[in-house]
Structure formats: structure tokens, C-alpha cells
């Protein structure tokens, strides 16, 4: 069974970092792109990052730019989101996802193919 797992919400006070991680079961990570998006109460899911299979390729939303970082272990399974100087407005589930494509092109959930059940970020003073 394919399964996606995020991990390292929690609650932190703005200007804070988080580091998140996306590991996989049942499959191995080193020939899809992904992706991490969020979704907060109200709204519609929006991407935050992406990265290629290689790890060679990423892109940024504009509201990440300069404060997240994408990376990712291949040899763990796993990829990560470095989230930096955080503010209320970052407050979402935090999901990762996994593209058939090993590109990072466009951060759009269509273009994913297995998603995990996310990750709380709250932030708040």
C-alpha cells in the first residue's frame, strides 16, 4: 500500500521554524516529483514547494519564497520542508504529495498522484 506520512506540525510563535517531513511507505521516493502544499480553514489547498526526483530541480510559491526550503533524502525515503520566520498567516495542514512526473513544474494538486493525510502548523504567539 502506498502511503504518504508528514510529521513536525505542532504549534510555534511567529518568527519561528518548523521542520517537516514526508516519508514513504510501500514505495520508493527517488522516482517522483513532490510537492507540499496547505490548506487552512476557509480555503482552497495552495502549493508551497516543489522538487524534482533528483532533488536538482525546486520552486517556490511566492509566499515560501526566501523562508522555506525544500530538500529531500532519497536514500531515507523521505523529503523535508525547512519553514523559517513563520507567521499567523502560515497557519494550515501542511500536506505532501507525489507526482508520476519527476519533474517540479507547477505546484498545482492535480498534478499529484498520492497525498498524505498532512500536518498541523499552527502560529501563534
Known amino acids: 500500500q502506498l502511503q504518504l506520512v508528514e510529521s513536525g506540525g505542532g504549534l510555534v510563535q511567529p518568527g519561528g521554524s518548523l521542520r517537516l517531513s514526508c516519508v514513504a511507505s510501500g514505495f520508493t521516493l527517488d522516482g517522483f516529483g513532490i510537492g507540499w502544499f496547505r490548506q487552512a480553514p476557509g480555503k482552497e489547498r495552495e502549493g508551497v514547494s516543489c522538487?524534482?526526483?533528483?532533488?536538482?530541480?525546486?520552486s517556490q510559491a511566492e509566499s515560501a519564497n526566501g523562508r522555506f526550503f525544500i530538500s529531500r533524502d532519497n536514500a531515507k525515503n523521505t523529503v523535508y520542508l525547512q519553514m523559517n520566520n513563520l507567521s499567523p498567516e502560515d497557519t494550515a495542514v501542511y500536506y505532501c504529495?507525489?507526482?508520476?512526473?519527476?519533474?517540479?513544474?507547477?505546484?498545482?494538486?492535480?498534478?499529484?498522484?498520492?497525498w498524505g493525510r498532512g500536518t498541523q502548523v499552527t502560529v501563534s504567539s
Open positions: 504529495a507525489a507526482s508520476w512526473s519527476p519533474y517540479c513544474s507547477a505546484i498545482v494538486p492535480s498534478e499529484y498522484d498520492y
Open positions: 522538487i524534482s526526483s533528483s532533488g536538482g530541480s525546486t
